[in-house]
């Protein structure tokens, strides 16, 4: 599983997943995980967790998702506990 934070349409940040996947231009989590583990991922059926409409609330919501999912892809080195103080802060 891939958790993101978007406000852009879905269909544009599945877009930019699978360009990173596809390509070596970033250093994406999603794409270290297919690159080193030969793992594809299936774009199409892509399940929304939540929607919130305020962005700093969307972050920390992607933030306890990760968190939540320990077989996500995604990084997890920015979930401190410092971070949500500052991201209400911000």
């Known amino acids: 599983m891939h958790i993101i934070c978007t406000g ?3 269909g544009n940040r599945i877009r930019l997943d699978t360009n990173d996947v596809e ?16 793992h594809s ?6 399940t929304i967790l939540a929607k919130v409409n305020q962005d700093k609330k969307r972050k920390i919501r992607e933030m306890i998702e ?3 999912d320990t077989k996500s892809v995604n990084f997890k ?4 506990i410092s971070t949500v103080p500052m991201l209400l802060l911000s």
């Open 66 to 68: 990760i968190a939540k």
């Open 77 to 80: 080195s920015d979930l401190t």
């Open 41 to 46: 991922f299936d774009f199409d059926n892509t």
């Open 8 to 10: 852009d349409y879905l």
């Open 23 to 38: 390509s070596n231009s970033r250093k994406t989590a999603l794409r270290q995980h297919a690159f080193h583990n030969f």
